[in-house]
């Protein structure tokens, strides 16, 4: 390989010297803040979950009451869909609300999701989503 120097070019190492000195120049500020592609992404097992939940029931979203415990105690327990992530849970409970009524997803839902620390982004990702697999493939009933 060869070396080629740059610092006779510009002046040689007493040029170098004086420009590290030099205060950097002021960047003007942009008017709209940047815009990157991924700025609401799910995970890998977060989009796991919502595909799971496409299965789950609205009475999943439910505590079971006393006559599904006894129901329960006689025939065998159902296994419990909810997840032990409060994190995935809020994600979870908002993904099968989506499943089942679309757009008509309850306040109480959204706000949990929201506290749960996702974005309107990931809101709003979640039911672009959903909605769009609905319609690609309607559900048997």
């Known amino acids: 390989m060869a070396f080629i120097d740059f610092t006779s070019a510009i002046g040689g190492a007493a040029a170098l010297t004086a420009e590290r000195h030099l205060a950097p120049a002021p960047v003007a500020p942009t008017a709209e803040p940047e815009v990157t592609a991924d700025r609401a992404a799910l995970s890998a097992l977060e989009w ?17 009451g006393r006559i599904a415990v006894a129901m329960g105690v006689l025939f065998g327990k159902q296994p419990n869909p909810r997840l032990a992530d ?18 008509a997803v309850p306040v109480s839902a959204v706000k949990s999701f929201l506290a749960a620390g996702y974005t309107n982004d990931h809101y709003e990702l979640l039911l672009a989503s959903i909605s769009s697999a609905r319609l690609r493939r309607p559900e048997r009933r």
């Open 48 to 64: 796991l979950v919502v595909s799971l939940a496409r299965r789950d029931r609205l009475s999943s979203l439910r505590e079971p």
């Open 86 to 103: 409060p994190k995935l849970e809020a994600l979870r409970r908002l993904a099968v609300h989506a499943w089942h009524q679309g757009f």
